[in-house]
């Protein structure tokens, strides 16, 4: 396939696109990279170097993939954090091109809100142009469970709670959603829940909780779950797949101790994770 991916780039480190576009990549897929920023290091740091791209640059950048004729063979387009909302007014009308030029296209959105324990950490606009704009006009989404709960102002603390959350989002428009770091009333202590809804069903994995907190897994799963939904349609596996390939690859950034994750040195947890886990249907 051929994915277009238009999110951060960072030279040292691995978020954004440093995170999204190697596994899929890793996994046979081309990948289309237009890079909203170009930062020396992730902002976890506190401190970096770099510069932010503005909207007409994207609109240029896509404006010349036009120009080569090549947005009909586009599979698809990813979009993970968003630094303004004239950046997503960009990232849409990109979507809108690509599907113009191929109706059997999708658009699969990382709604980059905020976090558990975190709160909103992006700019003001930001969680009401996701809410209101760039969601409604996804196919797929990949929010955690804040997000979740932003997006659909519900409560996700019960599994109940996450599957109405999950219908009331469904509603406004996309037709599969993963959530992920899902923590709900019923989920052991040293556990993490992960659920997909989609046109064929509802599921939930369970995987062991590792004590580890780095930037990056997130837009990592995203773009596993893209592709891996895009092969085979099945919410299931795609599930599956992308949640056993991020622990992997997790697990191994634990074990090494690293600040960044191993996105290079444990690719092969892309390919063959080295423990693959199954989703129960809800």
Known sequence: ??????????????????????????????????HTVQFSNHTG???????????????????????????????????????AAEIGDAILDTVGRVKAANAEAHYCCDPVIGDVGRGVFVRPGIPEFMRERAVPAADLITPNQFELDYLSGRSSSTLAGAIAACD???????????????????????????????????????????????????????????????????????LSKAASSAYGLLARTAAAGSREILTVAAQDEFVTPSRLFTPEKI
């Not at 202590?189 to 590792?210: C, E, H, Q, V, Y």
């Open 1 to 34: 396939m051929n994915i277009l991916s238009i999110q951060s780039w960072v030279a040292y480190g691995h978020v954004g696109n440093a995170s999204a576009m190697f596994p899929m990549q890793r996994l046979g897929h081309e990948v289309w990279g237009l």
């Open 45 to 83: 740091y506190g401190a970096w170097r770099g510069e932010v791209f503005g909207a007409e640059l994207i609109r240029e950048l896509v404006g010349g993939l036009e120009d080569r004729n090549v947005l009909p063979r586009c599979d698809g387009v990813l979009s993970g954090y968003m630094g």
């Open 168 to 238: 009331a989002v469904h509603a406004t428009g996309p037709r599969v959603i993963m959530v992920t770091s899902l923590h709900t009333e019923d989920t052991p202590d040293d556990s993490i829940d992960l659920m997909a809804s989609g046109p064929d069903g509802r599921f939930r994995l369970r995987t062991p909780k590792l004590d580890i907190s780095v930037n990056g897994a997130g837009d990592a799963i995203a773009a596993l779950f893209f592709v891996h939904w895009k092969a085979s349609h099945s919410t299931a596996e795609a």
